[in-house]
């Protein structure tokens, strides 16, 4: 059964994403639905684990893997998916290298805003409590 889950895009992503064509958008759009209604349980064709790393890091693969787009996002420690960066297939380079990289520089940004916040709002029930 179908887990719906949390989907985070980080600026990185929104970067990308803003300079595909309307196609890529249109697809790449499609599969992070698909992410939401599926959750951890979104796989092939659609999502597959990258090997290696440093992070469990997967990919989304617009179109059912037919589109040079790819989409990388893991989940979080709360669930959510975290989609981290995207790249195309026919960019020069190494994309699965490069977004590693990307991905886990990412997602340890997003992991430190999480924790900061839990601890703003930890001081801040500290400090009703106290206020009592």
């Known amino acids: 059964m179908p887990v719906p889950t949390t989907v985070l895009v980080t600026q990185t992503f929104e970067a990308?994403?803003?300079?595909?064509?309307a196609q890529v958008k249109k697809q790449v759009n499609f599969v992070i639905g698909l992410l939401e209604m599926e959750g951890v349980q979104l796989g092939a064709p659609y999502s597959s684990a990258i090997n290696g790393g440093t992070i469990s890091l997967r990919e989304l693969r617009p179109a059912a893997g037919k589109s040079p787009a790819r989409v990388f996002y893991v989940f979080d420690p709360d669930r959510n998916a975290v989609v981290l960066c995207g790249g195309s297939k026919n960019d020069a380079g190494?994309?699965?290298?490069t977004a590693k990289l990307t991905a886990a520089t990412e997602f340890e940004s997003h992991l430190k805003a999480v924790a900061d916040e839990k601890e703003k709002k930890r001081k801040e029930v500290a400090k009703k409590k106290k206020q009592k």
């Open 16 to 21: 990308w994403l803003d300079v595909q064509t």
């Open 94 to 97: 190494d994309l699965y290298e």
